[in-house]
């Protein structure tokens, strides 16, 4: 069974503070993991995955096999990027096209 | 807009009755996703198609619910015999097949209030 694990409901940060959501994951094949984000009254958008190694409005994120985290950073936070953030896992490589979520970590920046 | 609709936005039902919801996927994206979340939880996978064909269904789905995507282009869901614990927000996504990795493009939703 696959799992993802967001310890954090809820990270209040100061603006121009450094950012780090958590995200640990349990799956038995080769993941495939992504962030997701739902700023206040939008829809739930794709932020970044990992295979694509990039780097959205300052966000990173690094798949780390030996401790199954994929920690999403920012260096600087902005009031902007107060949001509600979820980590996915995704079975494709097992044929399977479903997402599962952790349950979200709400991000709140201080201005 | 060009992005994923859903319809109603809102619903609700008194438990018993049957509802159904629609979602129009973007329109050249052939695979859509059903997921349904509830308060202080993560979206949870129900079902996937990919054209007509329903190819994944969660285990979550029950008995009562269905859901169908004839003509490969938008999808219903519908709920029979609705309880309290159906009340949530049911999204649809959708994503076009062939793209590594695929980005699924997320609908704003049918809250559903059952009482």
């Known amino acids: 069974a696959q799992r993802v694990t967001q310890p954090e409901k809820l990270l209040s940060v100061f603006k121009g503070a450094p950012v780090e959501l958590k995200c640990n994951y349990s799956?038995?094949?080769?993941?495939?993991l992504f962030w997701y984000v739902q700023y206040s009254r939008q829809r739930l958008q794709l932020l970044l995955r990992?295979?694509s190694r990039e780097s959205i409005k300052g966000f990173t994120a690094d798949l780390n096999k030996g401790e199954t985290s994929f920690h999403l950073k920012k260096p600087f936070a902005q009031e902007e990027d107060s949001a509600m953030y979820y980590c996915?896992?995704?079975?494709?490589?097992?044929?399977?096209?479903?997402?599962?979520f952790g349950k979200g970590t709400k991000l709140s920046v201080i201005p | 807009d060009t992005g994923v609709s859903q319809n109603p936005r809102h619903k609700i039902t008194k438990r018993g009755q049957n509802v159904t919801f629609r979602c129009d996927p973007i329109?050249?994206?052939?695979?859509l996703y059903w997921y349904r979340q509830t308060l202080g939880q993560g979206p949870e996978f129900l079902t996937y198609?990919?054209?007509?064909?329903?190819?994944?269904k969660s285990r979550l789905l029950s008995d009562r619910f269905s859901a169908e995507r004839p003509k490969g282009s938008f999808s219903t869901l519908e709920i029979q015999r609705t309880e309290q614990g159906d009340s949530a927000m049911y999204l649809c996504?959708?994503?076009?097949?062939?793209?590594?990795?695929?980005?699924?493009?997320f609908g704003s939703g049918t809250q559903l209030s059952v009482l």
């Open positions: 996504a959708s994503s076009l097949t062939g793209v590594l990795n695929e980005k699924l493009f």
């Open positions: 799956y038995s094949g080769s993941p495939e």
């Open positions: 990992h295979i």
């Open positions: 996915a896992l995704s079975g494709q490589g097992a044929g399977s096209y479903q997402l599962t």
């Open positions: 329109s050249e994206h052939n695979r």
């Open positions: 198609f990919q054209n007509e064909a329903q190819l994944e």
